[in-house]
């Protein structure tokens, strides 16, 4: 059993930019990068969240090889040195991107654009924690389908790209609907972990990743705090470059 006191919680960061081209990413992309970062930033559970790639798998399978008895592995997350890393998953649809936090396999395939519902449902019956970043973003966001996503929908998210004018929307809307806001990172640098996230209240205690899961969807609903550093002119210059990019 494990369990972890008012853990503070990302369920959208990715880390580091894509592995092309070189010239951005020239920082480490390994397991011990995520958790010094989310140590100094003092995250306790977070979602490493792909971006059509296979980060989590590969950041996990290079992880296993050098200390794998330090590591406890579930199909959809490793606990390690006390924090808890979900596989976490940005899925570019025909509508906006979702989040699904906590699958067991990527549903993600080169080339592959998805239908939201398709994905929505995908999350659904995969028990995945689906999460909707940034709903009002014109890059990115469910917008106009954003009725139809909230019906699965675990939570939307308050995010660090968005003005506060849009983000107070975000929260009007999901006070009118009854669905959770959360602060993410939506990082692309180890050094932006931490400016956005959400603490949940109380003792978040699971004994397994299925658990786990269970227990983000609880404590969203439960009851929980956000907190957040909008990002600077830097930060969202280079969400714009890379949002372009991957097109
Ligand atoms: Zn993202």
């Keep these: 059993m494990y369990c ?6 990302d369920l959208h960061n990715h880390f ?12 480490r992309k390994d397991l011990n990068t995520v958790l010094e970062s ?8 977070c979602a490493l969240t792909s971006d059509k790639d296979y980060r ?3 950041v996990v399978e290079e992880a296993l090889k050098e200390r794998k008895r330090e590591i406890e592995c579930f199909e959809n997350c490793v606990v390690v040195d006390s924090k808890v890393i979900f596989r976490g998953e940005e899925v570019y649809t025909d509508k906006g991107s979702i989040v699904l936090v906590g699958l ?6 080169p080339r592959k654009t ?24 014109s890059m990115g966001g469910v917008k106009e389908a954003i009725e139809e996503t909230i019906r699965y929908a675990d939570a939307i998210e308050i995010s660090p790209y968005c003005s506060k004018q849009v983000n107070k929307g975000v929260r009007d809307f999901s006070r009118e609907k009854g669905l959770p806001a959360v602060c993410t990172s939506d990082a692309r640098h180890p050094r932006e972990t931490g400016r956005g996230f959400f603490v949940s209240l109380g003792e978040f205690e699971f004994k397994d990743g299925e658990e786990a899961v269970q227990k983000l969807k609880e ?3 439960n009851g929980m705090e956000n907190y957040q ?6 930060e969202i210059a280079r969400y714009l470059v890379l949002s372009g990019m991957a097109k």
């Design 4 to 9: 972890i006191q008012n853990p503070a919680i």
């Design 104 to 109: 067991k396999k990527t549903i993600w395939q």
């Design 56 to 58: 989590y798998e590969r």
């Design 219 to 221: 404590c969203v609903r």
């Design 16 to 27: 580091w930019v894509k592995d092309r081209p070189a010239r951005f990413s020239s920082q």
């Design 38 to 45: 989310m140590k100094r930033a003092g995250i306790d559970i």
């Design 229 to 234: 550093r909008p990002a600077n002119l830097f």
């Design 114 to 137: 998805r239908q939201l519902v398709e994905a929505l449902k995908i999350g659904k019956s995969r028990k995945a924690f689906i999460l909707v970043p940034h709903p009002f973003l």
